[in-house]
């Protein structure tokens, strides 16, 4: 094993190779895989519905979301990401459904799971459409 790796799990049946970050124990590791939060390397999640906005728009600002802002500096076009604030999250999910890029899950897994159990909102996490969409 590589240091700082995880270790590498091959599937039998496809050959796909799941290269695992050394933040987690073995155990959880594939807890994570078994959740299918490794799937897709970038995801959307895509809310449905609201039923508690306080406890979702604190749920969500857990995942540290981001948006894109474009800025243009002596002829060069830099995409600066910025983190949702709650109150953008809350007009966000003003307008359901709402479309947000997640990106990579294997760091936010813990919450994607308590957001799961949780009657606040209903979403589902789909592979993504392309890249951070700008506000």
Same mark, same amino acid.
């Given at each position: 094993? @590589? ?6 799990? +091959?599937?039998?049946? %496809? ?14 590791? =594939?807890? #994570?895989? !078994?959740?299918?939060? @490794? ?13 508690? #906005?306080? !406890?979702?728009?604190?749920? /969500? ?10 800025? #243009? $500096? $002596?002829?060069? %076009? *830099?995409? #600066?990401?910025?983190?949702? %604030? ?6 966000? /999910? ?5 479309? /947000? ?7 936010? *897994?813990?919450? @994607? ?10 979403? $589902? =996490? +789909? ?6 969409? !700008?506000?």
């Amino acid at each position: 094993m @590589l240091f700082g790796s995880g270790g590498t799990l +091959v599937e039998k049946h %496809t050959g796909r190779c799941i290269d695992f970050a050394s933040a987690f124990s073995t155990d959880i590791n =594939l807890r #994570i895989y !078994e959740a299918g939060y @490794l799937d897709h390397p970038d995801y959307d999640l895509l809310v449905t519905e609201v039923s508690q #906005i306080d !406890e979702a728009v604190r749920l /969500l600002t857990r995942l540290a979301l981001t948006y894109v802002v474009s800025e #243009i $500096s $002596s002829g060069t %076009t *830099w995409r #600066i990401p910025k983190v949702y %604030t709650q109150h953008q999250m809350q007009a966000k /999910l003003s307008r359901l459904p709402c479309r /947000l890029n997640v990106g990579h899950l294997y760091f936010r *897994w813990q919450v @994607l799971e308590h957001m799961k159990s949780s009657a606040a909102l209903k979403f $589902s =996490l +789909v592979p993504a459409e392309g890249g951070r969409k !700008e506000v």
